[in-house]
């Protein structure tokens, strides 16, 4: 499977963006869908998961209640709301898919990995 993350730029803090992931290949197969993100420095981190099951989404405390994920009705493209965004969002978002059983908020799980688009909150 092929993933293709868009919509980062830069914004001022309390603004909005939108990042799409664009799903290609073997669709037809299950698969968890989970955003990451790594500052400069910085570990690449756990921000939000859609799995494919339909179980509620998760979030990283950090960004709980300012960011919502969402997936299409053919499960090809997922979305991340960032809304109130904060100095400290600042990174590289990345988008990754993954088959097993593990649990979506683990980065290990992740086999699958999109080319990363960038996100700069100004304060």
């Known amino acids: 499977v092929q993933l293709q993350a868009s919509g980062g730029g830069v914004v001022q803090a309390g603004g909005s963006l939108r990042l799409s992931c664009a799903v290609s290949?073997?669709?037809?197969?299950?698969?968890?869908l989970g955003w990451f993100r790594q500052a400069p420095g910085k570990e690449r981190e756990f921000v939000a998961a859609?799995?494919?099951?339909?179980?509620?989404?998760r979030y990283a405390d950090s960004v709980m209640g300012r960011f919502a994920v969402s997936r299409n009705k053919d499960k090809d493209t997922v979305w991340l709301q960032m809304n109130n965004l904060k100095p400290e969002d600042t990174a590289v978002y990345y988008c990754?898919?993954?088959?097993?059983?593990?649990?979506?908020?683990?980065?290990?799980?992740?086999?699958?990995w999109g080319q990363g688009t960038q996100v700069t909150v100004s304060s």
């Open positions: 990754a898919a993954k088959t097993d059983s593990s649990p979506v908020t683990r980065i290990s799980g992740y086999t699958e």
């Open positions: 290949g073997r669709t037809f197969q299950a698969y968890d």
């Open positions: 859609m799995p494919w099951r339909g179980d509620r989404p």
